[in-house]
């Protein structure tokens, strides 16, 4: 395997301005990160695919101020339910294009995205990298895919300036397998004007629209996004997605609604999984739009993951928000 020196898990130098980050904790964390991405598959899961989080926990510890006992409490407890890594394979055998969504290449793209990294092109850089994947190698639609695991290892990677989590980010994109390419190969970017509607604008009109009615069904497996896609969902999506003026602010707050108004009254607060994966990925959404140089590819970035929110938004039943009950009378239990 090609290998990362340990000074590239963790870079950012202004992480040390969070309360309670010293140099131990950088280090056991990058210890551990080391540990995990030598050892161990993406997935936990490898049958259904479900995403390792390992990395994101100890992450999200670091930030918060956690010590070197904790970090290595949260690896000990996640390595528990891990996978192996699954060996390379040989390299006629490998084809970075033709082996996408396959799980069983992570290794191979892990090696791929580790070389491209450190060849002349991006020199290292790994906004470059990402920009590069995303806009000129079709990434973009890869990234949204997988309730967003991939969208929040890159918003991780450019955090922590984290070469590791760059290189795991992509990989991960590469091989997940559930897919939200029948929603966003129906946005026009190229369209002369953007919308003029907020996110809670829109969100109002598709609860209302009845060409949704028959494009979900209870019995519909999870996260029900492909039924809807294959049902026609997409073009309908892509439709309300164009109406949107794009506002980071406006993304952000309505990912964080779309999740708790939805609250009701005498009936205990119950937040969705998948609804949940919304608002989560909405916190890197700055950081990775502020990555980029393009800015065209700033507002393909927003209305493309603003896009996958209503997809989410629809897929899980199309929820009233009740925004009044949860702003004015709403009483958090003590």
Request: aromatic letters at 10%; one cysteine or more; proline letters at 3%.
């Amino acid at each position: 395997m090609y290998t990362l020196s340990s000074n590239e898990f963790i870079k950012n130098p202004d992480i040390y301005l969070l309360p309670g980050i010293t140099p131990e904790t950088i280090e056991t964390c990058s210890h551990l990160l080391q540990q995990n991405h030598e050892n161990y598959h993406i997935f936990f899961n490898i049958q259904n695919g479900f995403h390792n989080h390992t990395t994101h926990n100890l992450l999200a510890a670091l930030g918060l101020g956690a010590s070197s006992h904790t970090l290595e409490h949260i690896y000990e407890k996640q390595k528990k339910i891990q996978q192996p890594i699954v060996p390379l394979h040989k390299k006629q055998d490998f084809d970075v294009n033709k082996c996408l969504g396959d799980d069983n290449y992570y290794h191979d793209y892990l090696e791929f995205f580790t070389k491209e990294l450190n060849n002349e092109k991006y020199q290292g850089k790994i906004e470059d990298l990402i920009e590069d994947y995303l806009f000129n190698k079709d990434y973009l639609v890869l990234i949204l895919g997988g309730a967003y695991h991939a969208f929040i290892h890159l918003g991780y990677a450019l955090e922590f300036q984290s070469k590791v989590m760059a290189i795991e980010g992509l990989a991960m994109a590469a091989i997940d397998r559930v897919s939200v390419k029948d929603l966003l190969e129906h946005l026009n970017y190229n369209q002369t004007r953007d919308g003029d509607k907020t996110a809670l604008d829109i969100i109002e009109l598709i609860v209302n629209d009845q060409r949704f009615d028959d494009k979900v069904l209870y019995t519909d497996e999870r996260p029900k996004t492909n039924k809807l896609l294959e049902r026609g969902g997409g073009p309908l999506i892509a439709e309300y997605a164009q109406m949107w003026k794009p506002d980071l602010d406006d993304a952000r707050r309505a990912s964080i609604l779309v999740n708790a108004a939805v609250i009701r009254p005498k009936k205990s607060p119950r937040l969705d999984f998948y609804l949940m994966h919304a608002t989560t990925s909405s916190l890197f959404l700055n950081i990775l739009v502020h990555s980029l140089k393009n800015k065209e590819n700033q507002l393909k970035l927003m209305r493309a993951k603003f896009a996958v929110d209503l997809l989410y938004y629809v897929a899980r039943g199309r929820p009233k928000l009740n925004l009044n009950y949860l702003c004015n009378e709403y009483q958090v239990s003590k």
